[in-house]
């Protein structure tokens, strides 16, 4: 679908600065979204909010006009219940019982920022609320084997066996990635994936760390409008992201505020 930059980029300390301040705008801009999710809010709300914060900052988003099947036309992603990744903002309202994954770019001083989070609407089910936990807590796994040394097999394996070991199921189709100057770089990294496998994971690479999560199934379709991702079964998914650097010192996350 996306024809990727394969390239992998080693960041400077002074390169890793603008990343963490790119991180940081868009953590803040995701969280002032993040904050109009109500019932009875759009979507298409949602990305003039976040839109509105990038203003303030004089940035914009990776995602805006990003080649696909047309540019894609919004600053955000919003993918509602059994939509994974990729959802269009439009005039879709949000009712209570909903999950939605918002999903938020930025770019600064020409540099990438990108991160997302799945958030309920009210009340929702037990079941809901624990596949919400266990992606978050696929995130954290991920982010932990963030380490030098490591693979990016060891890091898929430690996400799916988690993933998997509470029942859910990862997408097999899409994937996290480096990122920097643009917003998909080398290497990939699959949330599923055998120890040793891969990539070795050096210092001063940056990448999108991204569990994608299916309640029924690992395989997915594509919608009508081309870029929505759902699950095939219509079961409900969740997707976190950050964008994190690796350190000597370990793994620092960008996309904080
Ligand atoms: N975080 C997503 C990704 O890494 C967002 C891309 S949406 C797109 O792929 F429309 F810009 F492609
Ligand atoms: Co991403």
Redesign the pocket.
């Known amino acids: 679908m996306?024809s990727w930059e394969r390239s992998i980029n080693i960041k400077t300390p002074y390169e890793i600065q603008i990343m963490r301040e790119a991180g940081r705008i868009n953590a803040e801009a995701l969280a002032a979204v993040v904050e109009r999710v109500k019932p009875g809010v759009t979507t298409a709300e949602l990305n003039s909010a976040f839109e509105a914060v990038q203003k303030k900052f004089d940035v914009i988003?990776?995602?805006?006009n990003?080649p696909?099947p047309y540019p894609?036309p919004?600053s955000i992603?919003t993918s509602v219940n059994e939509e994974l990744?990729?959802g269009i903002p439009g005039p879709r309202v949000l009712e209570e019982g909903d999950i939605v994954s918002i999903?938020g770019?930025t770019i600064y001083e020409g540099f990438v920022g990108?991160?997302?989070v799945t958030v309920p609407l009210g009340k929702v089910s037990p079941e809901t609320e624990r596949l919400i936990n266990v992606t978050r807590q696929a995130l954290d796994i991920a982010i932990e084997n963030m380490v030098p040394g490591n693979t990016t097999g060891d890091v898929g394996h430690a996400v799916q066996t988690f993933v998997e070991s509470q029942g859910f199921h990862i997408t097999r189709v899409?994937t996290?990635?480096g990122?920097g100057r643009k917003?998909?770089e080398g290497p990939q990294v699959p949330n599923y994936g055998k120890p040793g496998r891969g990539m070795k994971l050096r210092e001063g690479m940056t990448i999108?760390l991204?569990p994608m999560v299916l309640v029924g199934t690992s395989d997915t379709i594509v919608k009508d409008d081309e870029?929505t991702v759902a699950s095939a079964d219509g079961s409900l998914t969740a997707h976190f992201?950050h964008t994190v650097v690796v350190t000597a010192n370990g793994p620092e996350i960008l996309t904080q505020r």
């Open positions: 996306i988003s990776p995602f805006k990003y696909g894609y919004g992603c990744v990729h999903d770019g990108d991160m997302s899409y996290g990635h990122v917003m998909h999108a991204e870029w992201e």
